[in-house]
């Protein structure tokens, strides 16, 4: 399974990118997916993730109420919808894929298959 992330970008403090996340493969209907970022000098983190059928999901605390995470499984496309962006959420942000398994995780470790990053900077 390939995944392709787009909706980079630079914003000013308070605007809002859409990034979106298209699968090539036959088991995205059926794959948990979630959203990380890594910022310049810092560990890769969770932002959020999304069930299969896309009833379920979880945020990071840090853009619980900001970021909104939704899915078209006809589209075989995730995406992460980011309003009121602050400078610290700049970074690369990377979609993951949970092969077969329908069920939203933090744990980066268990996802089986990534995407490219895509840059997002937030100017002050």
């Known amino acids: 399974v390939q995944l392709q992330a787009s909706g980079g970008g630079l914003v000013q403090s308070g605007g809002s990118l859409r990034l979106s996340c298209t699968a090539f493969?036959?088991?995205?209907?059926?794959?948990?997916m979630g959203w990380f970022r890594q910022a310049p000098g810092k560990e890769r983190e969770f932002v959020g993730a999304?069930?299969?059928?896309?009833?379920?999901?979880y945020y990071a605390d840090s853009v619980k109420g900001r970021f909104t995470i939704s899915r078209d499984n006809a589209k075989n496309t995730v995406y992460l919808q980011m309003n009121s962006l602050k400078p610290e959420d700049t970074g690369v942000y990377y979609c993951?894929?949970?092969?077969?398994?329908?069920?939203?995780?933090?744990?980066?470790?268990?996802?089986?298959?990534w995407g490219q990053g895509t840059l997002v900077t937030v100017s002050s």
């Open positions: 993951a894929g949970r092969l077969g398994n329908g069920w939203p995780t933090i744990n980066q470790r268990i996802y089986d298959y």
């Open positions: 493969g036959r088991t995205f209907r059926t794959s948990a």
């Open positions: 999304i069930s299969s059928g896309g009833d379920t999901a």
